[in-house]
């Protein structure tokens, strides 16, 4: 009989979330200064419109 509380919790859409605050965090810690727009942008991986 299978164990009903064995079960994998891994939800991949907040594992992406938590790197992505982390690389923020980690450059915010590393900025003498407010990160820029285009630096935030930059470390989630936006790419700018064009237009």
């Known amino acids: ?8 919790l891994e ?5 992406v979330e938590v ?3 982390t ?3 980690i450059a915010a ?3 003498d ?4 727009v285009e630096e935030i942008d930059r470390i ?4 700018p419109h064009a237009g």
Not at 1 to 8: K, N, R, W
Not at 11 to 15: C, E, F, K
Not at 33 to 36: A, E, M, V, Y
Request: cysteine-free.
């Open 33 to 36: 200064d407010r990160l820029s």
């Open 11 to 15: 939800d991949s859409d907040l594992l």
């Open 19 to 21: 790197e992505l605050t």
């Open 44 to 47: 989630l991986g936006i790419v």
């Open 1 to 8: 009989m299978a164990d009903q509380f064995d079960v994998t």
């Open 29 to 31: 810690s590393a900025s």
């Open 23 to 25: 690389n923020l965090i």
